[in-house]
C-alpha cells in the first residue's frame, strides 16, 4: 500500500505533480494495453452496497480489442442471491488515514466438514479503538450447499469488534477441524473450531498474540514436525489516535494519505507450534526477524526443490524477503518445540527482492503457480498504481527471472493499484489462469486525473508461460470499477468449476461464479495428512502424469492478500477422461502414487485409497 508513484515511493506534496505525471503516464501506458470492453448483452450484474459504483469503461474508448479465439473465462455476481450480504467498514470519512486502505480478507474452507465450503470475511470498525466500544462484526456464512449460504457469525462465536485485516485457515490441533486466525490493527485473535459448529478464543492459551498491526498470517508447518506453526506478516509502526494525516492543498479537503515510508516498519512474528496446543515465539531464533520489511503478502512454499518450505513476504516500499531454509537445530528445553528452523533471506540473490530496474516495489499481493509447466513455482506480485505487477518465473530453484514483461502480466497492470491474486484454472484445462482485484489506496479525483475504482484484470494462460488479458469478456462485473482487496478461491458449488470471492471497500463484497462455456472436467482432491505429516497436508506436492498442464500443485501457506483460499487441489483435465498417474510426495517425506482418477471430488487420506465423495 502506498500513496503515490515517487522516486522514493512517497506521497508527492503537490497536486500539480500528480497531474502532470498521470497524464504523461496514462498516455504512455493505456495505449498499448487498452482495457475497454465490448458493451455486455445483459444488464451489469451490480451488486447493491454503501457506494456501490456505476458502470464505467476504463481505458481508450476509441479500440475495441478482437475477441480472442479459445475458450473464454466468465463469471456472473451472484452474492444476494445466494444469501451472501457484507459491506466492509472501513471508517473511510475523508481523514485519509493509513489505516483505511488495507481493507479486509476473506477466507473459503469447509469448517463444518459438510462437504461444502464456507465463508469468512473479517470487518473494520470505527476509529480511533475503544475497548468494548460497539462495532460492525466480522461475518461468516454456512454453506448449505442448494440452498444457499446463511449468516451465521453470532452462533458461531466468530462476532467481535476490532479493525481486523487478514486472516488463515489450518487444523493447528489435529482434530478434523479447521481453526481460523484473524489478523488486526490492534489484537488479534486465534479461534479454535470446537466442531460443533462453533469456535473459541484461544489466543492466550496459545502464546499467539500480537500487538502489532498485522497484515496477513499463515499457517504452515516449517519444522516439518507434523505440528501447524504461524507466521504472522506486519506492516507498519502507526497510530489511530491520533493518526498521522498529511496536507495537500490541492486536495478538496485538504489531505491525502501519508506514504509508508513516514513509517517505520514493524517486525514480523514467527511462532512453532508444540503439537500440545501452545506456541513459541521463535523469530529471533529462526532468523526471519526481517530489516525494514513493511509486509503485506506472503506465500510459504518449497521454492528450490529440497523439499523444505520458504517463506516468500511482498513489502510495501522496501524490498520483498525470500527466506529459505539453510538448516535446523535443537531447541533448548525453554522454547516447547522439537526444533527450530534456521533461515536465510536470499531474495537478492536468487533475484526476487526488487524489480529488474532495480527498485523496491509496493508488494501487495502473492500468487504462486508453475505457469510454464517446467515443474518450478514461479511468485507473483501485486503491485502499486504506475507499477507492473511482477511475475518471477522460477529457473531451477536456483535463482528467478522478471518476467513481468514478457509473460504479459505487467504492461496491462500500470493503470490500476493490484491487491489479491489467485492462479486458478478458470476453464479446467489444466492451465493455471490469473485474477487480480485492483482499487487505488486513497480518493485522489478531485485534483488529480488517477481513477480511484479500478476494474480487475482477469489473464488466460497461453500454456507457454505467457498470458492474454481476457478482462473485456469476463463477465460484467469486471467491466466496472472496484475498491478490490481481499480475494479467495473454491469451488463453492461444487459443480467442478473454481468461484472467486472478493472483499470490497465501499461496496458490498462479492461472489463470482464460474459460468465458462466449453471448459473441460476436473479432479478435486482433498488431502489428509497423518503421523509426521500435518493434518492440514500444507508442503505436500501433487506430481501429474498423462495430462496436458504444469506437473505439479502444491499446498502452500498463505497467498493472495490477507485471505485465505481452499487448500482442495484443483487439477483441470481439459480433454482427458482420466489422470493416468498421480504422485503424492507428503511432507513427512513419504510418496505415494494413485493410477487412473476420474474427474469428481476425492479426500486423499494419507496411507489410504482414495475416497470418492462426488462423481462428475
Not at 20 to 27: D, E, F, S
Not at 416 to 443: K, M
Amino acid at each position: 500500500m502506498k500513496s503515490s508513484s515517487t522516486a522514493s515511493h512517497g506521497v508527492p506534496r503537490s497536486g500539480l505533480y500528480w497531474l502532470v505525471l498521470n497524464v504523461v503516464l496514462l498516455g504512455l501506458l493505456t495505449a498499448g494495453c487498452d482495457l475497454s470492453a465490448p458493451k455486455a448483452d445483459n444488464p451489469p450484474d451490480m451488486h447493491p452496497g454503501a457506494d456501490s459504483p456505476t458502470a464505467k469503461k476504463t481505458g481508450s474508448a476509441s479500440a475495441i480489442p478482437e475477441r480472442p479465439a479459445g475458450v473464454l473465462p466468465f463469471f456472473t455476481e451472484i452474492a444476494e442471491s445466494i444469501g451472501v450480504k457484507f459491506t466492509r467498514n472501513d471508517d473511510i470519512r475523508g481523514l485519509h488515514r493509513i489505516l483505511e486502505a488495507n481493507g479486509g480478507g476473506v477466507a473459503l474452507s469447509d469448517f463444518d466438514n459438510d462437504g461444502w465450503p464456507d465463508l469468512f470475511f473479517t470487518n473494520g470498525c470505527r476509529l480511533p479503538l475503544r475497548e468494548g466500544a460497539a462495532s460492525d462484526s466480522n461475518s461468516f456464512f454456512r454453506n448449505r450447499g442448494p440452498a444457499g449460504f446463511d449468516e451465521v457469525a453470532e452462533a458461531a462465536g466468530l462476532q467481535g469488534s476490532g479493525y481486523w485485516q487478514g486472516c488463515t485457515c489450518g487444523d493447528f490441533n489435529a482434530d478434523g477441524f479447521e481453526d481460523l486466525y484473524v489478523a488486526a490493527f490492534g489484537k488479534n485473535v486465534f479461534f479454535c473450531n470446537q466442531g460443533d459448529g462453533t469456535f473459541r478464543d484461544v489466543t492466550a492459551e496459545t502464546g499467539t498474540a500480537v500487538g502489532r498491526w498485522s497484515s496477513s498470517p499463515a499457517f504452515a508447518d516449517l519444522n516439518l514436525d507434523g505440528h501447524l506453526d504461524l507466521f504472522v506478516v506486519t506492516y507498519v509502526e502507526a497510530k489511530d489516535d491520533p493518526p498521522a494525516l498529511c496536507p495537500e492543498p490541492a486536495s478538496s479537503d485538504g489531505y491525502i494519505q501519508c506514504s509508508p515510508t513516514m513509517f517505520q516498519a514493524s517486525e514480523d512474528v514467527l511462532f512453532l507450534g508444540d503439537g500440545q496446543g501452545g506456541f513459541t515465539n521463535v523469530t529471533q531464533a529462526a532468523g526471519v526477524a526481517g530489516i525494514d520489511g513493511k509486509g503485506l503478502g506472503i506465500a510459504i512454499f518449497d521454492s528450490d526443490g529440497d523439499h523444505l518450505p520458504d517463506i516468500f513476504i511482498a513489502n510495501d516500499g522496501t524490498p520483498n524477503f525470500l527466506y529459505c531454509r539453510t538448516a535446523q537445530a535443537a531447541a533448548s528445553g525453554k522454547t516447547g518445540v522439537a526444533a527450530i528452523p534456521k533461515f536465510v533471506d536470499q531474495a537478492f540473490e536468487k533475484g526476487v527482492a526488487i524489480s529488474q530496474n532495480g527498485k523496491a516495489q509496493a508488494g501487495m499481493g502473492v500468487a504462486v503457480a508453475d505457469v510454464d509447466g517446467d515443474g518450478w513455482l514461479d511468485i507473483f506480485v501485486t503491485n502499486f498504481f504506475g507499477e507492473p505487477n511482477s511475475l518471477y518465473r522460477n529457473h531451477g530453484g536456483q535463482q528467478f527471472e522478471d518476467a513481468s514483461a514478457s509473460s504479459g502480466l505487467g504492461p496491462p497492470s500500470r493503470p490500476v493499484l493490484g491487491f489479491g491474486a489467485e492462479f486458478l484454472d478458470i476453464e479446467n484445462d489444466g492451465w493455471p489462469d490469473l485474477f487480480v482485484t485492483n482499487g487505488h489506496v486513497d480518493d485522489l479525483t478531485s485534483f488529480t486525473s488517477v481513477p480511484y475504482r479500478m476494474p480487475p484484470l482477469v489473464f488466460r494462460s497461453q500454456h507457454n508461460g505467457t498470458f492474454l488479458n481476457v478482462t473485456p469478456w469476463a463477465g460484467s462485473y469486471c467491466q466496472n470499477d472496484w475498491l478490490g482487496r481481499g480475494l479467495a478461491t473454491s469451488d463453492i458449488d461444487r459443480d467442478g468449476k473454481l468461484d472467486i470471492v472478493v472483499s470490497h471497500q465501499r461496496a458490498a463484497s462479492a461472489v463470482l461464479h464460474n459460468k465458462t462455456q466449453g471448459s473441460g472436467a476436473s479432479c478435486r482432491m482433498r488431502l489428509i495428512g497423518t503421523g509426521m505429516s500435518n493434518r492440514s497436508a500444507f508442503h505436500a506436492s501433487v506430481h501429474i502424469t498423462g495430462i496436458d498442464g504444469p506437473p505439479i500443485r502444491q499446498i502452500i501457506g498463505g497467498g493472495s492478500f490477507q485471505s485465505a483460499s481452499d487448500r482442495t487441489v484443483h487439477i483441470g483435465m481439459g480433454k482427458s477422461r482420466t489422470i493416468p498417474e498421480i504422485a503424492i510426495r507428503w511432507p513427512d517425506g513419504r510418496i505415494e502414487k494413485h493410477q487412473n482418477l476420474s474427474s469428481g471430488q476425492f479426500v486423499l487420506v494419507q496411507g489410504r485409497s482414495p475416497l470418492k465423495l462426488q462423481s462428475d
